[in-house]
């Protein structure tokens, strides 16, 4: 069973450990320097013999991402073949501490904070509990004496600047370096279970995300590798190079990228799986990772038309994609792949494979990649996995909602067709921006939601997901409540009306009820398009 050491420090043993590099504080994306009002409290405090609270500490042999330095101090690495010791508890009151004793200087939203600055009141009586002994700068009317000189000057230099004070600076000096700090010590703890007691005691139950342990995890300062850094610049580079906001799928979070990293290197993407990951794998495999979700990312957008992250059912999709592009050494896949591929999204797509027990079913879905790789036609009648019964009236009746992957899927057949604008032909514009809501810009009811009400049509069906049509924003704004009879005919001088309809999967507006109001034909009909769409993915030909 692992146990916790109880042991006391000295302020002078406690901040050499950060002078010598042995004690760090692990950077799990929180702020961690105190205000030198905040310092001059706590300094305040420990000058009155008033409780501080207790640090804990991780000793461990794991390098994790910390800071390189505190203000303008550089902090040492590591003694090479050392372990190290990282603060999970008193995170503040360290790099505070330390700040006072070397006078750091850091900016914080525009300003500088000087902690050189915080000083002692010489003036008052060491024994004094009324007034605040310590100041974040010196006090104007009286004679004081900063942290950084009480801790840091030679007996001469003290001697020539504040000989009748000396007795003073002798018990306030006394008080510091004499103060005994309250520790407790886990000792090669496994990651996962500081991470756990960090978040237990410093974020009042938000727990660290999977994402923020192996950020701190992986961070190689060596291999100059930062996972969090190396995140950013695959979303936006800032222009430098290729990356998901170029592509609009900017969207893709952290979590996926590392299940991407797992399921390339164990085949697996469960939580447990993902800890225990050697760092090593994770620096080398990145490149090759980040090349497979890149190129997973250009195949929806080309071959399946899906032209921005947020029409995606699930983002998770990305990482059996990245992990048959890393795997399939052939390059683009092969006529017969891309069928086989397609055939694998509207199937985890239509039947809503992600909605549970992500982490499982992805195993088996990797091995799934695995016979497309050899050529190989993937099952899917196997323990779990979804059998596919679509009918017309479940279309009919599928409540439209942009957080319902199997809508989503339906939008993803939409975009498919790119479609064009209703007045010109020019393309659709989508923007991930525009596609989180229901109410966004990019999606209009064909027939207006408002105009079936007022002829008391069912509200399920008026908001269909069959009655939904990818437009730009104009379009949308001013089409409203009007019947598709009277607002398409503003379209008539466009010279190509129907072969635009047919970029919105309907493919004669007469014989679809436009022209005639006709909402429960309209319905049936785009149904029955959108049906032989899906059979033509969920069952391709494969020769």
Known sequence: MLQPQNQSKKYANLLADIDEGRMKIPIFQRDFVWTPAQTAVLLDSILKGYPIGTFIFWKTHDELRSPRNIGNIALPDVPAGESVTYVLD????IASLYAARKGARLTKEGHELDYKKISVNLALDPNTTDAELVTPEPPDDAPSISIYTLLNATVTQLVTQYAEYLDKIDIYRGRLTGYDFSTILIEDFPIDIACEVFTRINTGGTKLTLFEIMVAKTYDQTRNFDLAHEYEMLVNNNGTGKDLEDAHYDTVPDSTVLQCIAAHLVKQVRAKDILKLPKGDVVTSWPTVKDGIFTAVDYFR????IPVSML??????????????IRNHRGMPSVQQSKLLTQYFWWASITNRFSSAVESKMGQDIQRMDAIVRGETPRYDGEGD?????????LKRRWFSTGDAFCKAILCLYASFQPESFADRHLVRLDNSWLKVVFSRNYHHFFPRAYLAKRSHDPIIANSVLNITLV?????????????????????????LEKTMRTHLIDDMTAFGVWDDDYERFLTRRGERVLAELEKRLHPDLG
């Open 302 to 305: 080309s071959y399946m038309r």
């Open 386 to 394: 979804e059998d596919v019964h679509l009918t017309l009236d479940d």
């Open 312 to 325: 995606l059912p699930y983002h998770t999709l990305l990482v059996p994609f990245t992990y048959f592009f």
């Open 90 to 93: 008193g995170q503040q009151r």
């Open 472 to 496: 730009d924003e104009y379009l949308h704004k001013s089409l409203r409540d009007q019947a598709p009879s009277v607002y398409m005919r503003k379209f008539k001088d466009n010279p190509d």
